[in-house]
């Protein structure tokens, strides 16, 4: 699940504490399990949907469609407990033998539900792109009818994607058909790992026209990125013919910005004012220099204020939780130019996205976490609503309370946990079937592309 917290913290670049470990990105769900993945209708309304956990081979993951989603840890019996980031249990989950197709799930102080699994038509395929052969899948509902097709597109982590995104049955539930692929270098795709956002770009490009080849009747065909895929989803819409793009928790500004903006706010989350942030940013500024150089300049620069302001207070908390500067600081300079070229799978740092999100002719739904840490959005808003001057086609959400990959943290019967906002799932749902958004609220920010409501447009259901 990508950029939830509460799973692990999904960083927008690369090159990050978690990048610096090898991953298994091949890992898998266990073939016994797989019967277990999809959507589950429960008896009291809502909807579960069960997917992979990271890159576990035995732990799942869940969203409930009221929001609530968490680690399933597996348990020796075959059972399975909900377990937040830390490792609290807060209920209980058993699934009957996949003959039968029903869960239990269960919270602290609520009322057991009880679901059944429901069929969804599941293709899957491959495909190539730039020769590199690709595994996708296709989630339709059982019908095979519906308003559009999304292409999702996965972050920063090196997961078997296929494997792991709710999106894949949440929206299918709304009667959206969802593909999703394995990028490059996980899963069962072939190649190597990359964040090079034009070959990434070029990937989704290549599953669009395989969406094309699998629901040739479906003519409204989207992208929809979280995280580092925010970045990549309009670049797509200049490769390939698409109706709409969303972008999710990612940036108007490019890598190095992301880099900067987060150094700034640990800074001041750490009690220090705007008096220090020109200092600051002689930092980030030179570790920038060092990344769009690809690590061959700027060195000398870097070792020259990692000097002058080594003994600032404020430089401690310029800590492990903030992308590259936080490595360089901390890393010798030896080690960072011979690792750095090795671990940040060619990540675009001079990638700006506002032109291309400025010319594309896509509409776009930006989706955005008023309390963003990993990607703070206080930049990315005005550039965006300034963007929405000249492209009326352009929604703005804003989810005040929202950290990281939409997410919200609160606590019941005392164990932290986390969820999406009160109908986040539905106003996706809803503003790619008829481009229909919701009012706003204490909580929730709409800003259209131009002063007045969006028009409502129908589409027709398209079966196959």
């Known amino acids: 699940m990508i950029g939830c917290v509460g799973l692990k913290r999904i960083f927008l670049i690369a090159l990050t504490v978690g990048a610096l470990s090898p991953g298994a990105g091949d890992a898998r769900i266990e073939a016994d399990l797989r019967c277990r993945l999809g959507a589950y209708a429960l008896d009291d309304g809502r909807f579960l949907t069960i997917q992979g956990y990271e890159d576990s081979t035995r732990d799942l993951d869940y969203v409930l469609s009221s929001g609530e989603y968490g680690r399933l840890a597996a348990g020796p019996d075959g059972a399975y407990v909900p377990t937040n980031a830390e490792g609290k249990s807060y209920g209980s989950a058993a699934f009957a033998p996949c003959s039968d197709g029903s869960v239990s799930f269960t919270e602290f102080g609520k009322q057991a539900v009880s679901g059944r699994h429901v069929a969804l038509r599941v293709t899957d395929t491959y495909f190539n792109s730039a020769g590199t052969r690709l595994h996708g899948k296709l ?22 994607e296929t494997d792991g995104i709710f999106w894949q049955y ?9 593909f999703v692929y394995d990028k490059r270098g996980t899963g069962l795709s072939g190649g190597e790992t990359s964040a090079d956002f034009n070959v990434r770009a070029d990937d989704t490009a290549a599953a669009v026209r395989q969406v094309h080849a699998l629901a040739p009747q479906v003519h409204r065909i989207g992208d929809f990125g979280g995280s580092q895929g925010g970045w990549i989803a309009p670049l797509a819409a ?25 150094v700034e706010e640990a800074v001041r989350a750490a009690g220090f004012g705007e008096e220090v942030m020109p200092k600051v940013r002689e930092i980030t500024s030179a570790t920038a220099r060092v990344v769009k150089s690809y690590w061959k300049d700027g060195w000398d620069e870097l070792a020259a204020v990692k000097r002058k302001y080594s003994g600032e207070p404020w430089y401690k908390a310029i800590n492990g939780e903030n992308g590259y500067t936080a490595i360089l600081l901390r890393t010798p300079e030896a080690k960072a ?19 291309v999100v400025s010319s594309i002719s896509s509409r776009q739904l930006w989706v955005l976490g008023g309390s963003d840490r990993t990607a703070p959005s206080q930049k990315t808003i005005p550039i965006i609503s300034d963007i929405q001057k000249q492209k009326p086609n ?26 999406f906002p009160d109908g986040y799932i539905d106003l996706i749902a809803h503003w790619i079937a008829d481009n229909r958004l919701p009012a706003g609220n204490a909580d929730l920010d709409i800003r259209h592309g131009v002063d007045i409501p969006a028009t409502t447009r129908q589409n027709a259901v398209v079966s196959p």
């Open 337 to 355: 130019r011979e690792m750095g070229p090795k671990l940040d799978k060619h990540v675009s740092f001079g990638y700006d996205p506002r032109p």
């Open 170 to 178: 949440a929206l299918p539930m709304h009667g959206i058909g969802v």
């Open 139 to 160: 989630v339709l509902p059982a019908s095979g009818a519906v308003s559009a097709i999304v292409v999702w597109i996965q972050g920063s982590e090196d997961t078997a």
């Open 394 to 419: 352009l929604d703005l959400v804003i989810y005040r309370n929202a950290d990281h990959g939409i997410a919200e943290t609160f606590v019941s019967h005392g164990v932290e946990r986390h969820r």
């Open 238 to 262: 200049t490769r390939a013919d698409l109706d709409f793009v969303i972008v999710g928790y990612s940036l108007a500004e490019g890598v190095t910005a992301q880099d900067r903006d987060e």
